[in-house]
């Protein structure tokens, strides 16, 4: 690590913005750095709440984040926003118009806001946005709050990566079957029914608690909480629920176990990265190695036949793998 | 390779449907035989053209595929449809209404039908979806439908393993911003704008033109299909357009450079695969590096710096992967 990124790293963690901008974009940008500095901000994590908003565009998760960003903040917490905003494939910016509701908390310290574009990051987005949330805890939130369009399954993986997930519709939203498709039901701890003044909003929610009858008995019962965010209706019940589920979490120790495993699985993926990464160097630098990907590309030897001859080689694999 | 599954796999290259739905499901349930089953097939790929049909649920996406396919019988030509099926996570079953309708087909000996629900194989799911196309191939079809609801990253992983893709869409669909967000735009070779008859469709069919003039210049000009599949209004054209589409492909040496693109990733990924299959093995049976995985779980030692340490030791690393 560079004395330049050690000292960021220092002004981050005592809760510097700028620092932390910078850092994140050391992450976002790949850096060589990156394990370095997991590895310096691993015994400063665990203390931020993360909540994960998500659901379809127009349900109003920018409004209910402003929201809770507002109550939080009457109490004095740090409060930490990832947007993962998706990228338009033709003229590469990000899709930003409803952030724009978000700018009073740009004056305000207590609040640190940063923008995930998709683009590009296709498989790495939800490991990226793993890491970032990281980064927010270790410099100091109290909550994070990490908002996603819920359509890919990156975006649900990034909400794999945070302690309560709150699946936010509206009655527009469409039938609740075309929910189930979208993979939602699955991942929520809170269901937010926003836009509650809006027409058909009793029978959506009434249809919604039907198919939450259908599941098993679990440690936490799925609320389903009314909102008008625009109206600031419902929010402190929302914010009393998030408490609620944080608190059985802690209590059933779903915490510590969920932590346990991410930290297992941050392992597993850091090992399986780096070999990845040895890997497509030797078959760039090595002859042999090149060799059987000409050959596989132009269709003389399969792609599995030539996995196998590589893989039963015990001594090459060891040779390239260890540098 | 089991004698029976040799002679399972020798029905289904002669063209026996049984067969072939027998060693799709050895694929799904990740039989150790995969990857001989897949060398032995290599030689009879690429005779196929595979159509990628995706778009929103409600966009008429079956009834498409199924008028499609009643022309391509017409023809004469052989038909396999793969459906991948989004599974309720409460249910655990298929939401297959949909399928009902295809099912004319199941009587028609020159047609295959085979559903794949995507629940339990989250990041699996588009590789065993290349692999059933592969065997679909192998397998003597002349053209491969598959139809997928295009939400999640998987599914778009989906239909980069197809030679043509049809984004599905309708009056309903939403609007133009919605569906550039689902990534849908970036991945279509095609346009269908189907429900034609439906109120808003010329001012749709507009947008999205409108949308693709900020395209850069390229081989192959996506057009917008406009159809009324239930009425088999435009299938003929549509026919036209993915044959053209095929055309350009082969002309501009596309397909060739995509088949050769996707060797080398079965390569990669194999022997990814089996790197990570055996690090698992180890970690469960080595003590030395199950010890690692302990410390990292209780939080003595942090992720990055225990993956460094068990990379640094080349000995060790080479030693288990050679097992």
Redesign the interface.
């Known amino acids: 690590m560079t004395p330049e990124t050690t000292r960021l790293l220092e002004r981050m963690l005592e809760g510097e913005s700028l620092s932390l901008s910078r850092v994140i974009s050391l992450v976002e940008n790949e850096s060589s750095q990156v394990?370095?500095i997991?590895?310096r901000i691993?015994?400063r994590l665990g203390k931020a709440h993360c909540i994960g908003v998500t659901g379809p565009?127009?349900a109003g998760k920018s409004t209910l984040v402003d929201r809770l960003t507002i109550l939080m903040r009457r109490q004095r917490l740090k409060v930490g926003i990832i947007a993962v905003d998706?990228t338009?494939?033709?003229?590469g910016g990000a899709?930003l118009g409803d952030r724009i509701r978000m700018q009073q908390h740009y004056l305000d310290s207590g609040v640190f806001i940063r923008s995930m574009a998709?683009r590009g990051s296709?498989g790495g987005l939800p490991q990226t946005a793993g890491a970032v949330i990281k980064l927010l805890d270790a410099a100091g939130n109290d909550v994070i709050l990490v908002e996603t369009?819920g359509?890919?399954?990156?975006e649900?993986d990034i909400m794999e990566k945070t302690d309560t997930v709150l699946v936010t519709l509206c009655p527009e939203s469409g039938d609740a079957?075309?929910t189930?498709?979208?993979?939602l039901?699955?991942i929520a701890d809170i269901f937010v029914v926003n836009k509650a003044d809006h027409p058909g909003a009793d029978s959506f929610v009434r249809d919604i608690q039907a198919?939450l009858h259908?599941?098993e008995p679990s440690w936490w019962d799925i609320p389903v909480v009314v909102t008008e965010a625009i109206n600031d209706v419902g929010i402190e019940e929302l914010h009393e629920q998030i408490q609620l589920h944080r608190q059985a979490l802690c209590e059933t120790h779903q915490l510590s176990q969920r932590?346990?495993l991410q930290?297992?699985s941050?392992?597993?993926k850091?090992?399986?990265q780096?070999?990845?990464h040895r890997?497509?160097k030797a078959i760039e630098q090595d002859g042999h190695l090149s060799s059987?990907?000409e050959r596989?590309?132009?269709?003389e030897l399969?792609?599995?036949?030539?996995?196998?001859e590589?893989?039963r080689s015990?001594?090459l694999?060891?040779?390239w793998?260890?540098r």
Chains 1, 2 share one sequence.
């Open positions: 394990p370095e997991m590895k691993a015994p565009s127009g998706p338009s494939p033709f003229t899709v998709t296709m369009v359509v890919g399954q990156g649900v079957i075309q189930m498709k979208a993979g039901l699955e198919m259908l599941r932590r346990q930290r297992k941050d392992f597993m850091t090992i399986e780096k070999l990845t890997l497509i059987y990907v596989v590309e132009k269709g399969d792609p599995y036949s030539a996995a196998d590589i893989l015990g001594k694999l060891a040779d793998l260890r």
